[in-house]
């Protein structure tokens, strides 16, 4: 994939500024709530020991919101597409577990209420492939310099007065 | 849809008032600073478990308190095994209406298992009321007030996107939080009603 096509450079910011957007509503919603529901979310998963879940839950939906604004703004962008990745595979990955085991739990994305299903699984599985692929844009864009003339000069545009 | 419902309960918590109380289903002070509704299904195995485990921690840590007040709301889920499940909620709204909703409560999760079979809904309640009780109680529920009280409480919690119960609503003032199912342990539930008093 090269960036010469403006559609596709166009597309990519857009999606970047979605899966912020996405990172942020559902920390916001977390954030609205007692944590001690999202505790219970967690909880629910049977993974973590009862000592961790309290912490994580009130952590979580700043480490969220923050990933999300971070996408959503375009800084510090390799690392935390790169988190935003991470939790999104974890997640993927503990509502299969859940899901293949039968478990019927809230899945905890956005709050309360939600249980798993195969449409949490796929909504949560485009997310991960969405935050892929903005990370992998995130380096693949480093890879030809970040800075502002070359950025300018993608664009097509100069960066100098003439 | 669901999702959609659950995120405006969550963001809005002070738009969603319920049906108006039942008397005969409150327990503990109507004045008391937080008010807990649960909605439950009496074919329910985890609201069995909550009425019979922590019900009695609720009642013994806040209720008696004056901290909390706790009332019932009906949600017969709609569901293959659970055929019986609106007869008896109707039994036991009918059964508030004279007092008696806790015996009858009691008595029908604890024999859950049998009339679940059975379909005895109606004799396992009657086992716990007087002979005059009980022709009370039967009249009462084929009462349309009974049936439309009961009938609120399954379209209000529908129309909130409840789709697993036990579900509750903790509320103080206006603000007012979804628990849906029974995920939150007794420890978690307390520290949350706890945040709700300060």
């Not at chain 2, 004056?66 to 499940?85: A, D, M």
Request: charged letters at 20%.
């Amino acid at each position: 994939m090269t960036f010469s096509n403006r559609t596709l450079r166009i597309a990519a910011v857009a999606l970047r500024i979605a899966l912020g957007a996405v990172f942020v509503y559902a920390a916001l919603v977390k954030l609205r709530l007692p944590w001690q529901l999202f505790a219970g979310a967690i909880a629910d998963y049977k993974i973590l020991p009862d000592w961790a879940v309290n912490p994580l839950a009130r952590t979580l939906p700043w480490a969220e919101l923050a990933i999300g604004l971070l996408i959503a703004a375009g800084w510090w962008l390799r690392t935390a597409a790169t988190a935003a990745s991470l939790l999104l595979a974890m997640f993927v990955a503990l509502m299969v577990r859940a899901y293949a085991k039968g478990m019927e739990i809230s899945c905890g994305c956005f709050g309360p209420g939600e249980l798993i299903s195969w449409r949490t699984l796929l909504r949560d599985g485009t997310l991960l492939a969405a935050s892929l692929a903005v990370t992998w844009t995130a380096f693949a864009r480093s890879k030809k310099g970040t800075d502002s003339i070359s950025r300018a000069r993608k664009w097509g545009l100069s960066p100098f007065c003439k | 849809m669901k999702l959609i419902a659950a995120a405006l309960a969550a963001l809005l918590p002070c738009l969603a008032a319920g049906p108006e109380m039942d008397k005969g289903k409150t327990l503990g002070n109507p004045r008391a600073p937080v008010l807990i509704e649960i909605y439950s299904d009496f074919l329910c195995p985890a609201c069995k478990a909550f009425h019979e485990n922590t019900l009695p921690l609720l009642m013994k840590d806040f209720v008696t308190s004056g901290k909390v007040c706790i009332v019932s709301r009906e949600f017969p889920l709609n569901i293959t095994g659970h055929q019986h499940s609106r007869e008896a909620a109707g039994i036991a709204t009918a059964a508030a209406r004279i007092g008696m909703y806790d015996a009858v409560a009691n008595a029908l999760f604890r024999t859950q298992e049998s009339w679940e079979v059975s379909g005895k809904a109606w004799e396992t309640a009657a086992a716990v009321l007087t002979a005059d009780q009980q022709k009370k109680v039967q009249a009462l529920a084929k009462d349309p007030a009974v049936l439309k009280e009961v009938q609120d409480d399954v379209a209000y919690g529908t129309a909130i996107g409840i789709g697993q119960t036990p579900t509750l609503f903790l509320s103080r003032g206006s603000t007012r939080y979804p628990v849906f199912g029974s995920a939150l342990s007794y420890n978690l539930l307390k520290s949350m009603i706890n945040d709700l008093l300060k």
